[in-house]
């Protein structure tokens, strides 16, 4: 997922020993950094933290939204291909 309309979405490797990624969401407009998605260990999620004295309107924050699930789902799928892999070993 690169982005949408208004929001552009870098996602980062992740950092050696880590389980999830980082996601920085961009203005698509005028390219400042408007906050980051990242793992929130006590939710066990996804979570958006923007940065101080931003504003988002209801779709930009759907579109925050989806680009969580997609990372949800990316990373219940890597969970069940390690999972798979450990039992056939």
Same mark, same amino acid.
């Given at each position: /997922?690169?982005? %949408?309309? $208004?929001?552009?979405?870098? /996602?980062?490797?992740?950092?050696?020993? =880590? =389980?999830? $990624?980082?996601?920085?969401?961009?203005?698509?407009? $005028?390219?400042?950094?408007?906050?980051?998605?990242?793992?929130?260990?006590?939710?066990?999620?996804?979570?958006?933290?923007?940065?101080?004295?931003?504003?988002? %309107?209801?779709?930009?924050?759907?579109?925050?939204?989806?680009?969580?699930?997609?990372? /949800?789902?990316?990373?219940?799928?890597?969970?069940?291909?390690?999972?798979?892999?450990?039992?056939?070993?």
């Amino acid at each position: /997922m690169a982005g %949408s309309k $208004y929001l552009r979405f870098e /996602m980062e490797d992740k950092a050696p020993g =880590k =389980k999830t $990624y980082n996601t920085k969401v961009y203005s698509a407009q $005028y390219g400042n950094l408007l906050g980051v998605i990242r793992w929130y260990g006590p939710w066990r999620q996804y979570a958006f933290f923007p940065e101080s004295s931003t504003l988002y %309107s209801a779709g930009c924050l759907q579109d925050i939204q989806n680009h969580i699930i997609f990372l /949800m789902e990316r990373r219940r799928h890597e969970k069940s291909l390690e999972n798979k892999g450990r039992k056939e070993a």
